[in-house]
T-cell receptor, first 115, second 111 residues
């Protein structure tokens, strides 16, 4: 089966600019996650979707970050305006159906550098 | 809030050695625990998932154990190889697929 697809792989922007990341989960996976991974740390959940509804966005900095999954398939994550501390790898993951024992499948991530 | 700790942060071993990576968590009310591997510049690859009712899972040279009552999991790698060099992360799952990640153990296997 095809894995989780993410683009772009790398992005370099200046602070205060905007940026968008795209994710296409594994076909049929209802649950989609966006994680932020700062160098040397474990992934931190930003937002979790179940189909096209938000399950958890408690750690999403909503003043600058937004995400959508309009048709319950692919998703975009946007940062506007970016700050230096947003430099990180943004990982998208999906799982089958939201059941508690569905393993997570990750994409290769987008490495963002804010200068 | 669930806190997940992985010790050591880094480990270097000669090829062929057996090794154990540790993961501890503060809240024993979990649904499952997953071990992942992350290669530089890549996403996370799922290695093993242990359900809360299980004590261990095995895949090839990997064996993961779970002791919920003590809040611990271990990943045992037998006969390590240079290709095993990567960062290994554990993640604990609570309700509604909430995953809490550790900071990982960076493993280097020296040929």
């Amino acid at each position: 089966e095809a894995g989780v697809a993410q683009s772009p792989r790398y992005k370099i922007i200046e602070k205060r600019q905007s940026v968008a990341f795209w994710c296409n989960p594994i076909s049929g996976h209802a649950t989609l996650y966006w994680y932020q991974q700062i160098l040397g740390q474990g992934p931190k959940l930003l937002i979790q979707f179940q189909n096209n509804g938000v399950v958890d966005d408690s750690q999403l900095p909503k003043d600058r970050f937004s995400a959508e999954r309009l048709k319950g398939v692919d998703s975009t994550l946007k940062i506007q305006p970016a700050k230096l501390e947003d430099s990180a790898v943004y990982l998208c993951a999906s799982s089958l159906d939201g059941e508690t024992n569905s393993p997570l499948h990750f994409g290769n991530g987008t490495r963002l550098t804010v200068t | 809030k669930q806190e997940v700790t992985q010790i050591p942060a880094a480990l270097s071993v000669p090829e062929g050695e057996n090794l154990v990576l540790n993961c501890s968590f503060t809240d024993s009310a979990i649904y499952n625990l997953q071990w992942f591997r992350q290669d530089p510049g890549k996403g996370l690859t799922s290695l093993l998932l242990i359900q809360s009712s299980q004590r261990e899972q095995t895949s090839g040279r990997l064996n993961a154990s779970l002791d919920k009552s003590s809040g611990r999991s271990t990943l045992y790698i037998a006969a390590s190889q240079p290709g095993d060099s990567a960062t290994y992360l554990c993640a604990v799952c609570r309700a509604v697929n909430q995953f809490y990640f550790g900071t990982g153990t960076s493993l280097t296997v020296i040929p």
